[in-house]
Structures are given as C-alpha cells and as structure tokens.
C-alpha cells in the first residue's frame, strides 16, 4: 500500500506547476482572440438545446467558457454593467475579458448574470452561491417597444 503511495505521488504534478497550468496568460488575451472562443461556445449550447423540452436543466449543466455574459445587478456596485466573455470559470468566480482587452473577475455571489441565446429566442438569467449551486432562469426575449 505504500509502496503503491509513492508511485502515485512520483506521478503527479507538483502544487506550483498545477497552479501554473490554470493561470491565465498575462498578455495577448485580447477580445479578438476570445471572439472565436464565443463562436464556438454559441454553437455548442444551440446544439445542447436545440429542439429541447428541459432547456432549464440543460442550461444548468452547461459549460459557460466562451459565454458572453452580463453583469445586471449585483451586491457590490463596482462589478454592474461589466460584459465580456468567459475565459476562466472557478467555483466562486467568473472571469471576463471585455472589449477593450481587460480581464475582470466577476464573482458569483450576490450577481445576476445575463445571457441572451439570439438563436433559441431566450435570455438566460444566472444567480447563485458558486458555480455548483447556479440557478438559471429562461425567460423570452421580448423586443424593445413590448413591454
């Protein structure tokens, strides 16, 4: 059994090259380059919910890398009305990069975040604690002049 331990612990990566490998480059993540993350993540969710009945849980469950996401209100004044496409996505945080090429780590707790799906015709309103426990909201795009 020890033995087995100590092959296992030769295998992995130390702590510090770990971390490394989740860090986010520090330059040349501008928004153009992360438009083609968008794309791709604009065709992945319509294939997830394409012709769907349960979008909610499917919504739920989806990866949100590459997301176009909106702060609407949150309980800390500072992160409202910042946009900008998911790069990194921790328990607790949302990492955005918005059009001028800055990074902002949004956290999740206390925000409401908005996605608008313009192929599926709904808005995707997130809240929630962390990541694991989002709630998400469908509700339909209504057009300007309806309400």
Known sequence: ??????QLAS?????????????????GLDYAAVLALHEL??????DLLAGKQNMDRLVHTADWHGALL??????????EGRCGIV?????????????D???NTVPIKGGIFENVLHGLNVTVRL?????????????????????
């Open 127 to 147: 809240t929630g604690m962390s990541l694991a426990k989002l709630q998400c909201g469908l509700a339909p795009i209504v057009p300007a002049g309806w309400q």
């Open 41 to 46: 993540w604009i065709k992945y969710i319509t």
């Open 87 to 99: 790069v990194k996505a921790t328990a607790n945080t949302f990492v955005l990069v918005d059009p």
């Open 101 to 103: 090429g800055r990074k």
């Open 1 to 6: 059994n020890r033995a087995h331990k100590q």
């Open 11 to 27: 295998k992995l990566l130390p702590c510090a090259e770990r971390r490394k490998l989740s860090a986010l480059p520090t330059s």
């Open 70 to 79: 909106r702060v609407t209100a949150h309980k800390h004044a500072l992160y």
